[in-house]
C-alpha cells in the first residue's frame, strides 16, 4: 500500500514538472515571437522611410532639383518638380509626410500625405551624397551636384 502510495506521488510530481516545463516554453516562446514581430516591425518602417526618400531623389535627381531648407518643422528636403512646384518632405506631428507645394510659399502642412510614423529625421547633403537619419539609422542617397545645395 505505501508502496502504491510512493509511485503515485512521483508520478504526481512528474506531470506537475512537465506541465511547468510546458507553460515556461510557452511563456518563452511568446516572450521571443514579441520581440521579433518589434524588430520586423521597426525594420519595415525603417525600410518604408528610406525607400521612399530614396526613390523620391532618384525621380528629382538633376542639377539644382534637391534642396535642404530649415523650418520650424526642423529641415525639409525639397524636391523640384515642374512649373514652380516642389515636393517637401519631412517630419510632422510624429509622421513623415510629403507634400506638393508651390516653392514660393511657406513651409506649412496643409495637403499633404502621411509615410509613415517617426519620431525623429535629420537631413544633411555631403559631396554628391544625401545623409537620411530616421530614429537613429542612417541612410544615403546619392545626389547630382554635391553640398552647393544644402
Not at 96 to 112: G, T, W
Not at 114 to 120: G, N, R, T
Amino acid at each position: 500500500m505505501e508502496r502504491a502510495r510512493k509511485s503515485e506521488i512521483i508520478t504526481l510530481i512528474l506531470y506537475v514538472t512537465l506541465i511547468l516545463f510546458l507553460l515556461l516554453s510557452v511563456i518563452l516562446g511568446l516572450s521571443a515571437y514579441r520581440k521579433i514581430n518589434e524588430l520586423e516591425k521597426r525594420n519595415e518602417k525603417d525600410r518604408k522611410v528610406f525607400s521612399y526618400i530614396e526613390s523620391q531623389v532618384l525621380s528629382n535627381n538633376k542639377e539644382g532639383g534637391i534642396e535642404i531648407k530649415d523650418s520650424s518643422y526642423g529641415k525639409v528636403l525639397c524636391l523640384k518638380e515642374k512649373d514652380g512646384y516642389e515636393t517637401r518632405i519631412y517630419l510632422y506631428e510624429g509622421s513623415l509626410i510629403s507634400e506638393v507645394s508651390l516653392e514660393d510659399r511657406d513651409i506649412k502642412p496643409v495637403f499633404y500625405e502621411k509615410i509613415c510614423e517617426l519620431s525623429a529625421l535629420d537631413l544633411m547633403i555631403e559631396n554628391s551624397l544625401l545623409i537620411i537619419e530616421a530614429d537613429g539609422i542612417k541612410g544615403y542617397a546619392h545626389i547630382v551636384g554635391g553640398d552647393v545645395y544644402e
